[in-house]
């Protein structure tokens, strides 16, 4: 892996060091801790990026992307998607785990270049899917953080990331827009552009809750 340089290398939160890997299996979602300091993806597909990028300056990676079924995920987690990683455990996640206390949505209003027939056109059944990694034994700590955790979430970008981190009240550490998914990737908005629904909830509706960094790219 290859953490940027820049970025301070954090411990291994406690929440996520108590987690037994003889269980192989996991309890009752620690959804806060889950979404404070993490790193969210909207659109991520099947990119590991930010693990490689970011592992270790956060610990907790939330990705959504509403073009993934929950069968190509799952034959993905087999194959063993990250690096010196090797999966420890992993669970389905129900609706009402991730928003306990209901949601009520308040997205903003559609700019002339947003289609929600793309996202008709690509929207697969909706689901989640909480996993935990653990470093190989024979890789060493540079090599990246000893265990991270990944939280996949089969919806749209805009609305799971006011629907989590506005309704628990956090900010993620960083967001991620690396492959963005316009045109053929299906996407019904453009998440780059400063104007856009996502850079909207993110940015504005609540300033105090904003990511310290932005991966960018792709």
């Known amino acids: 892996l290859n953490?940027?340089?820049c970025l301070s290398r954090r411990e291994t939160p406690a929440w996520l060091?108590?987690?037994d890997p003889s269980i192989a299996s996991l309890g009752g979602l620690p959804l806060r801790e889950l979404l404070a300091d993490s790193v969210y993806y909207p659109s991520c597909g099947f990119d590991g990026t930010p693990v490689r990028l970011l592992g270790g300056f956060a610990h907790s990676f939330v990705f959504a992307d509403y073009g993934v079924t929950e069968a190509e995920l799952l034959r993905n987690?087999?194959?063993q998607p990250f690096l010196g990683?090797?999966?420890i455990c992993s669970r389905a996640v129900e609706k009402d785990e991730l928003i306990p206390n209901g949601w009520k949505p308040n997205l903003p209003a559609?700019?002339?270049d947003d289609c929600f027939e793309r996202s008709v056109l690509s929207t697969q059944a909706p689901f989640a899917h909480w996993s935990v990694y653990g470093r190989d034994a024979q890789r060493k700590p540079e090599h990246g953080p000893d265990r991270f955790s990944l939280l996949y979430i089969c919806g749209d970008g805009v609305a799971t990331y006011q629907a989590l981190y506005h309704e628990q009240g956090c900010a993620p550490?960083?967001?991620c827009l690396i492959q963005s998914g316009e045109a053929f990737g299906g996407n019904w908005t453009t998440f780059g552009r400063r104007s856009g629904p996502l850079a909207t909830v993110v940015l504005?509706?609540?300033p105090d809750l904003r990511p310290a960094v932005l991966l960018?790219?792709?």
């Open 85 to 87: 990683y090797t999966l």
């Open 3 to 5: 953490m940027i340089s």
């Open 216 to 218: 960018y790219g792709g």
């Open 17 to 19: 060091k108590k987690i």
């Open 204 to 206: 504005d509706q609540r």
């Open 173 to 175: 550490r960083a967001i």
């Open 110 to 112: 559609l700019g002339r």
């Open 77 to 79: 987690a087999d194959s």
